[in-house]
Nanobody, 121 residues
Framework: HVQLVESGGGLAQPGGSLRLSCETS?????MGWFRQAPGKEREGVAS???????RYAESVKGRFTTSLDNAKSTVYLHMTNLNPEDTAMYYC???????????????????WGQGTQFTVS
């Protein structure tokens, strides 16, 4: 079982930037970021595989960047050019297999963090 702890949520202004962190208890090959806004389904935001391959949802491509610091066992989601539609609870998740083309499917991820709320206003 992989334990994940997100941090860095809070309040940001439109056009601003913020970085979320996800500390992991041990290495997992595929790490994902998901978000869920009130009344909406959970959606995949980004993923990063252990080989450095990253994938992004169209809605955040060019604005969000995910990275992995193996030395710190931490995954980051750096968000820029924020807009109110980015407001949501953000979760990091771990999947033992390859991220691949189905990286955005939440059911594939075995372990989840508790989430961190992020509001753009």
């Amino acid at each position: 079982h992989v334990q994940l702890v997100e941090s860095g949520g809070g309040l940001a202004q439109p056009g601003g930037s913020l970085r979320l962190s996800c500390e992991t208890s041990r290495y997992t090959s595929c790490m994902g970021w998901f978000r869920q806004a009130p009344g909406k389904e959970r959606e995949g935001v980004a993923s990063i595989h252990g080989d450095g391959t990253t994938r992004y949802a169209e809605s955040v491509k060019g604005r969000f960047t995910t990275s992995l610091d193996n030395a710190k066992s931490t995954v980051y989601l750096h968000m820029t050019n924020l807009n109110p539609e980015d407001t949501a609870m953000y979760y990091c998740a771990a999947h033992r297999g390859y991220c691949g083309g189905r990286w955005f499917e939440a059911l594939r991820f075995e372990n989840w963090g508790q989430g961190t709320q992020f509001t753009v206003s």
